[in-house]
């Protein structure tokens, strides 16, 4: 190290070293401190930008120096090289500037003036400085269009196993090329991945591109499908998915929990991963992932994503021609909107979906879009609009032999039943679902049905035959380990004893549910803690 001569053998003298490398060798031989230094806040950079560009101009127009900052990555480099574009210029407004640096194709070249220090020139000292391996991994990470990763995804993006996907993660964050944010989660800046994405085009060839674009979003896909499926072990899987190449290794998950956890923290990826699979032509792909993801939407509800996802992959499947997909596509959106209480919008995909179900011949994917429309009129409280199509995909259910689907719309007629102002047709009719799951062994569908019947039973004034109910119900859940299903019932039940005045027993159950809300971070967790809040005041 060609520093170290030069620092003092003893005295008070402090010597401040920076470098674009970790020099921990040199830590450790001389103690010193190592302090990692990330982009600017915001307001340092506006700061920045303000003391070079002046208050006037920056005062003028606040918003485009905010915008400015945000192109720059509030990177003290960048920052300064637009600050002084933009102050050389001062007849042209800063919108010019931004508008520039909007394309990425641009914005590097857009960062560089002829006298200056080039923002993609710094960036090539600790790109040049790499090993082959290291170098082939962060131009790579060009491929996929989001600036963070996690260590199998990465590896699975370079085909390399997770032991060495993590040593050359470590390496590109030693020269800062990408930093370290949690265990196992990497990131890297704005301008750091439109370097990367330049290397990516100029250095790797289309085949090299596209293959690593199969192998990221192929574990993607394979990882999703199998969270799902450890989300819901009661739910039978419709969805085929072809076989992977040797190289993809999907993560494998001990508990719905964990695949919980997985999919929180990926939820933000699912968009650029089909992204990613649309730019290479993967479209079976990309409305895969949205298929594979269905159980988590249902349960988490990031309402955002689930939309911008389906729109996305109904683009997929008509560009694939695969008018199968695109109907199945069609009704999981719908259901979206139907969530949102976007209602026409949903009534018209379920409507486009059953057309074309029914054109193909899909007579399982009609029941359920039957299924969906029965229950939006419903659940609008229109339950002449909701018998019909709820009756048909019952008698489609049981042609098709389909208990769960069976079961499913029998709690639909239930509900129309009871807004008809009949809760004994309701309660006969969903004891009959009730026993249809019991016949067939389903406990997850039991235990839906009898949270159901619990609900009636409590709006009928029979609270004691509700607890019953629940009581049934929270056997059920556990057999399945459906740990969302459990949480309901207990927080059902906690409201059930507290109209029968067992208020410690209601805050026993009341406390259990918000255990396991809390456990998997649901935002059910306050209407639990309000609950908990009344009954102790």
């Not at 402090?14 to 470098?19: G, N, R, W």
């Not at 790579?140 to 997770?162: C, E, H, K, N, Y």
């Not at 419709?238 to 929990?257: C, K, N």
Request: proline share 4%.
């Amino acid at each position: 190290m060609q520093v170290e001569p030069l620092l003092p053998g003893s005295g008070y003298c402090a010597v401040i070293v920076t470098s674009r490398r970790r020099l921990s060798g040199m830590a450790m031989r001389t103690n010193a401190r190592q302090v990692t230094l990330g982009p600017m806040t915001g307001a340092e950079s506006q700061l920045l930008l303000r003391n070079v560009i002046g208050d006037d101009r920056v005062d003028a127009e606040p918003a485009a120096i905010t915008a400015l900052a945000k192109h720059c990555a509030y990177l003290p480099l960048a920052l300064r090289i637009a600050a002084e574009r933009v102050a050389t210029h001062p007849h042209h407004p800063v919108d010019e500037l931004i508008e520039e640096l909007d394309s990425d194709e641009h914005r590097l070249d857009g960062l560089a003036t002829d006298d200056s220090l080039a923002v993609r020139s710094v960036f090539s000292w600790s790109y040049r400085d790499l090993s082959s391996e290291s170098a082939r991994m962060f131009r790579l990470l060009g491929v996929f269009r989001r600036g963070q990763i996690s260590t199998p995804a990465a590896a699975a993006l370079a085909g390399v196993s997770p032991v060495q996907g993590r040593r050359l993660l470590e390496r590109l964050a030693s020269v800062h090329l990408v930093e370290s944010i949690e265990r196992d989660r990497y990131r890297m800046h704005d301008l750091l991945h439109v370097y990367a994405a330049e290397l990516v085009q100029s250095e790797e060839t289309d085949e090299s591109r596209r293959e690593a674009a199969v192998r990221l979003t192929d574990w993607y896909l394979r990882t999703a499908e199998r969270a799902n499926e450890a989300l819901a072990p009661f739910r039978v899987h419709m969805l085929e998915v072809p076989a992977s190449g040797p190289s993809v290794t999907p993560l494998d998950f001990d508990s719905p929990v964990e695949a919980l956890r997985w999919c929180d923290g990926e939820v933000a990826s699912l968009l650029p991963v089909m992204q990613t699979a649309l730019a290479y032509g993967l479209t079976g792909t990309a409305w895969r992932l949205c298929i594979a993801s269905w159980d988590y939407f249902k349960l988490r509800m990031p309402m955002g994503v689930w939309v911008a996802t389906h729109e996305l992959a109904v683009q997929a499947a008509r560009a694939e021609g695969d008018k199968y997909a695109e109907a199945w596509v069609q009704t999981n959106l719908a259901v979206a909107k139907h969530r949102l209480h976007e209602f026409d919008a949903a009534a018209r995909l379920y409507e486009t979906a059953l057309t074309t179900r029914r054109e193909i011949g899909d007579r399982h994917g009609e029941a359920w879009t039957l299924a969906g429309l029965g229950l939006l009129a419903a659940e609008q409280r229109d339950p002449d609009a909701a018998q019909p199509p709820a009756e048909q995909a019952l008698a489609l259910f049981r042609h098709l032999g389909d208990r769960h689907g069976e079961v499913t719309t029998m709690a639909t007629l239930g509900e129309v039943r009871q807004l008809r102002g009949d809760n004994h047709g309701a309660l006969v009719t969903l004891h009959e679902a009730l026993w249809v799951a019991q016949d067939s062994d389903d406990a997850s569908d039991q235990a839906e049905t009898l949270l159901t019947i619990a609900d009636v039973y409590l709006a009928d004034g029979q609270p004691a035959r509700a607890l019953d109910s629940l009581d049934q119900a929270l056997v059920a859940t556990r057999d399945v380990r459906n740990r969302m299903l459990e949480a309901g019932a207990l927080f059902r039940r906690g409201i059930v004893l507290r109209e029968l005045d067992r208020a410690g027993e209601a805050e026993e159950s009341l406390a259990a549910a918000l255990a396991l809300y809390e456990e998997v971070d649901d935002h059910r967790a306050g209407d639990v803690r309000a609950e908990l809040d009344a009954l102790v005041q």
